[in-house]
């Protein structure tokens, strides 16, 4: 289950992100215990700092998909439901019946639960987080990110790619900064995987000659991507199902006002119409926190 909260102006000195394995609880609109993971993005625009954060709640159990706890309930309960009419026999009253038989229709919903809630997300794409594709036609896994940057970047860069492919319908991610390609990471096109990524990858977004990068663009289908540049360009996968290209600049325009931007985030999507407004929104934050680590220091 995944909430976008959007909270309340912060003070400029909380534009530093919290590590990746720090829990965060809000006392104003939560007092709920339980093991969640969290990833809160500060985008500051003119004077004021805009915060959202990502509640990522779990079990905790590695390898475990949460989506099947209630096929699991569904499946134990109906175990003891048998267990227990082999142990009552004959003796059982027809209120136990009806109770049994109320037990094995709600152990029978548990059971379909899963598959029906994945039936309903297929139907309305870009409603929640889906798992990715496992083998996403002309893909390759690549992760590589550039020496160029200072460590504060790079820890930048990397959050920002983790917190995208985890917590979005998002499979595969670049980061083109000042005329360089600081990051690939996920399911990118096959022909930038190899060591020389970076280059790769550079090298097709350039001989797509976009001119319009700083400019918001989602793709949402393959229809959309094929009558587009992106057609040719390597660093998408040809079974992608949408493509969005975010700059990277602040949500709001500057007290000068201007809109300038430092780079572009160019985010695949393995299925066709998968990111909602919310999802898009979150995504132009992210960028929006990376304009201001990059704006501020540039890449060595």
């Not at 009253?93 to 059971?111: D, K, R, Y």
């Not at 999507?269 to 919310?278: L, Q, T």
Request: aromatic letters at 6%.
């Amino acid at each position: 289950m995944k909430a976008v909260l959007a909270l309340g102006p912060c003070s400029p000195c909380e534009h530093r992100l919290p590590g990746q394995s720090q829990m965060m609880m809000h006392s104003r609109y939560l007092s709920y215990q339980s093991q969640s993971r969290s990833r809160r993005v500060y985008a500051r625009a003119s004077n004021e700092d805009v915060e959202l954060a990502v509640f990522r709640f779990t079990l905790g159990i590695p390898g475990f998909d949460d989506a099947l706890i209630p096929r699991v309930v569904g499946v134990l309960g109906a175990c003891l439901l048998v267990a227990n009419h082999i142990i009552s026999g004959e003796s059982s009253g027809p209120s136990q019946t009806v109770t049994e038989v109320l037990g094995m229709v709600l152990a029978g919903v548990g059971i379909v639960a899963p598959r029906l809630q994945r039936t309903i997300e297929e139907s309305t794409p870009g409603k929640g987080r889906r798992a990715p594709v496992e083998d996403l036609e002309g893909s390759s896994n690549v992760f590589a990110i550039s020496e160029s940057m200072s460590e504060a970047q790079k820890e930048e860069a990397a959050w920002a790619s983790f917190a995208v492919l985890k917590n979005a319908n998002v499979c595969g991610m670049c980061l083109y900064i000042r005329g360089e390609m600081v990051l690939c990471r996920g399911a990118l096109g096959v022909a930038i995987q190899g060591k020389d990524c970076l280059n790769l990858a550079l090298k097709e977004y350039k001989r797509m000659g976009i001119e319009e990068a700083s400019h918001f663009r989602y793709l949402q289908s393959k229809a959309e991507i094929s009558s587009s540049k992106y057609s040719t360009c390597g660093i998408v996968p040809s079974g992608a199902g949408g493509m969005v290209q975010i700059p990277v600049s602040p949500l709001q325009t500057l007290a000068d006002g201007t809109l300038p931007d430092v780079g572009c985030m160019l985010l695949v999507c393995d299925r066709e119409r998968a990111m909602s407004a919310k999802e898009l929104a979150w995504c132009k934050s992210v960028a929006s926190k990376l304009y201001f680590a990059f704006e501020l220091n540039s890449i060595e």
